[in-house]
């Protein structure tokens, strides 16, 4: 069984610039929920794709984008980047399930600086 | 608006003592809380949860204690070992939430030899 992988592991961009950041999910699983981690803080809820439609979004502008493909991979992209938007970007997928809680798996996570 | 908070950056335990990690939330609305683990270079992975029906739940050396009236919940480490030396994030869902995962800030664990 293959866990979640995430590419790149690292990237560097520039002010204004775009970038894209891809998950691919743990076997089985049909649901992909994305993450930002800032240093020093716990990580916080970006979106959340279920069914290649997006089930869900936290408090981040439209800048902040995404697309889940019909083998349940992911990518996030990020507009316009910002000196905030430096941080730890995790993915993490689940199987949707009708009752209980949907355990996540999370990827290493991708390290983007921005400059 | 931090709706899950872990008070305490850091903690440092020796080898074989207990360690106790705490967490408080503000939102009446969570279901379950679970513990995440994370290591350098890795992502968090799952240690245990609760639901909001019980008051405690246990698995090997973890236990997880909830206090819903004083909205405050704690992770026992007994007996600790260096391997369990992380960062601590404990979290929270609700089940209208679409699965999203609310974070506290992280503790710091280190289990000195």
């Known amino acids: 069984e293959t866990g979640v992988t995430q590419s790149p592991t690292h990237l560097i961009k520039t002010r204004g610039q775009q970038v894209t950041l891809r998950c691919s999910s743990q076997?089985?699983?049909?649901?992909v929920s994305w993450y930002q981690q800032a240093l020093g803080q716990g990580p916080q809820f970006i979106f959340q794709?279920?069914?290649?439609?997006?089930?869900g979004r936290g408090n981040f502008p439209p800048r902040f984008s995404g697309l889940q493909f019909p083998n349940y991979s992911s990518e996030l992209n990020v507009n316009a980047l910002e000196l905030d938007d430096s941080a730890l970007y995790l993915c993490?997928?689940?199987?949707?399930?009708?009752?209980?809680?949907?355990?996540?798996?999370f990827g290493p996570g991708t390290r983007l600086t921005v400059l | 608006d931090q709706q899950v908070k872990q008070n305490s950056p850091s903690l440092s335990v020796q080898e074989g003592r207990i360690s106790i990690l705490n967490c408080d939330y503000t939102?009446?609305?969570?279901?379950?809380f679970l513990w995440y683990k994370k290591y350098p270079a890795e992502g968090p992975t799952f240690l245990i949860s609760?639901?909001?029906?019980?008051d405690k739940n246990e698995d090997g050396r973890f236990t997880v204690f909830l206090n819903k009236s004083a909205k405050h919940l704690s992770l026992h480490i007994v007996p600790s070992q260096p391997g369990d030396s992380a960062v601590y994030f404990c979290?929270?869902?609700?089940?209208?939430?679409?699965?999203?995962?609310?974070f506290g800030q992280g503790t710091i664990l280190t289990v000195h030899p």
């Open positions: 076997s089985g699983h049909n649901t």
């Open positions: 794709y279920y069914r290649e439609e997006e089930n």
């Open positions: 939102n009446s609305m969570f279901d379950y």
């Open positions: 993490a997928s689940s199987l949707q399930r009708t009752s209980g809680i949907n355990e996540q798996f």
């Open positions: 979290a929270a869902i609700s089940g209208t939430s679409y699965g999203k995962l609310t």
């Open positions: 609760i639901s909001s029906i019980k």
